[in-house]
């Protein structure tokens, strides 16, 4: 290698040293490597009060006592006015001890002043009716055999048959004559006996009567046909499927039709069946 080779290979070297130098400079250092740090930003505080709640599953008609409410947290904005908030009215507990819940309350729902019936308001059926609805009590057998074989509950929905002496056509064959006839249909039962619920889960309940929710008109409609002669009533229990309709009112009694024959002071009359 000659003098000159020498000399060009040296200053080579040296630009690209110096190159490398201006640019090393010119980068940003690599960031040192390690774990990933983590920001953490702290949540904004929620502004919270404290509401009654259930602490279990209560039953509709069951008696409120210390064990089955409590208090929770409740953002404050979402509190209504029918909640009972502890900051308002923080010896709830104690004044509504012994009231009666007019729904069924699931575990952790805020419990309502609406759903509530204290003593002295008056009876726990007068507190759970519709405005405009009437209770109407009907007579049944203890063993079931009216009222699906004991497997109607509150709550189910029933259609209301009458079974009665036919007494035209007894009289037209000569023999005696049974006929049926549904009055209303898809009838809210509110109890049986005095059951308003069932009790853990039972599937039974029997009773001497059961109650009916009914209208007024509809009202008259049971009474009538329960004390026209020779006539019984029957319950008969409407698949869930079928049911939460509004009850109608399928044979109106009084509006005409073949009549029943009733004896009065020894003279028979006729009145609409």
Known sequence: MNKMQIIG???????????FFFFSMQSPPPPPRGPAQVIVKEAPKVDVDQVLVALQYIPMGTKITEQLVGWQEWPRGAVSELMIAKSTDPKAIDDFKDSLNRVELLRGEPIRRDKLVKAGQGGFMSAVLPTGMRAVAIKIDNSGESTAGGFILPNDRVDVVRIFRDDEATKARGVEMVSVQTILTDVKVLAIGQTFQDDNGKKVAVGANATLELT??????????????????????RSLVDSGGKAEMVTDLGAGGRGLTIMRYGAAQQAAR
């Open 9 to 19: 290979l040296g200053v080579a070297v040296v630009a690209f040293g110096g190159a």
């Open 216 to 237: 007024p008109k509809q009202s008259e409609q049971v009474v009538l046909a329960q004390h026209a002669s020779g006539g019984t009533l029957h319950l008969l229990l």
